[in-house]
């Protein structure tokens, strides 16, 4: 019973403790017309207005849907609060969050014969309501004079890695490099955003979204992009973001590009 009450009393500090870090993103948000987004943002430590700072925008899985403005920072929300990241990288780092009824990208969700979910991708098309209004966000937060608009970066995981390729798409011009975690995407839309230097990563064993959707923008992106890079985890399943962001080279890589 001891040892019973000393797990929950460590499960509860590590939540708790969780929960305090991210007290250092900031709530906020974007309402103009019709478009409505919530976000956390996360400055840089001594943050100087007079400043110019790269700019972050990661997208969230399908799983921390919400209107609670904190489940979008359960996965990547520790990595930019590492001090050496927050030491060597200092940059505005923006969590927006995706209603749970809706979708980062145009996705139609179907099953096989054999009952398993297939996804597929739609190829131009109107964005989602969602989409529309990280669009706007985005742009939002481009007027701000502390922001360089020669380092503005995109990644994203699971349903979040399909927005992080919908967003290039639409928003190309915009963004210095990109990284796509588990995602997909129609690969006819790839001659949208092929000059966009892209990290793409999966899992093999990913039973959630199939790794050939990753393995197939990879292989185009080698023949027609300017620059493509594809890690495939060998024993990963769905969760390949850890893998991810206990990559060395994930943010010197992000970073080293501009516009």
């Keep these: 019973m001891k040892t019973f009450s000393l797990t929950i009393c460590i499960l509860f500090s590590v939540l708790f403790l969780n929960a305090q870090d991210f007290k250092k993103y900031d709530k906020g948000s974007f309402i103009k017309g019709k478009d409505s987004i919530y976000y956390r943002v996360l400055f840089p430590e001594n943050f100087n207005p007079e400043q110019k700072y790269p700019l972050v925008i990661f997208l969230h899985g399908s799983g921390e849907r919400g209107n609670d403005n904190a489940s979008q920072l359960v996965h990547g929300g520790k990595l930019f609060l590492k001090n050496d990241v927050r030491k060597n990288f200092p940059a505005i780092v923006v969590f927006p969050q995706c209603p749970a009824n809706d979708f980062w990208a145009n996705i139609n969700i179907d099953k096989d014969t054999k009952g398993k979910r297939k996804l597929s991708f739609v190829e131009g098309g109107k964005p989602t309501k969602i989409m529309h209004a990280l669009q706007g966000m985005i742009k939002d937060f481009l007027k701000k004079p502390y922001v360089n608009r020669e380092q503005v970066y995109v990644g994203g995981l699971s349903m979040g890695g399909m927005g992080t390729y919908?967003?290039?798409?639409?928003?190309?011009?915009?963004?210095?490099?990109?990284?796509?975690?588990?995602?997909?995407?129609?690969?006819?839309?790839?001659?949208?955003?092929?000059k966009t230097p892209l990290w793409i990563f999966h899992g093999a064993k990913d039973d959630v979204v199939d790794p050939a959707l990753s393995i197939a923008i990879a292989e185009r992106l080698k023949t027609v992009g300017d620059e493509v890079k594809f890690t495939l985890y060998p024993t990963a399943n769905h969760n390949s973001w850890d893998s991810a962001f206990a990559e060395p080279e994930l943010l010197p890589w992000l970073f080293s590009h501009k516009k």
């Design 166 to 194: 919908e967003l290039l798409r639409r928003e190309r011009r915009k963004f210095a490099a990109a990284i796509a975690i588990c995602g997909g995407d129609n690969t006819n839309n790839i001659e949208k955003y092929k």
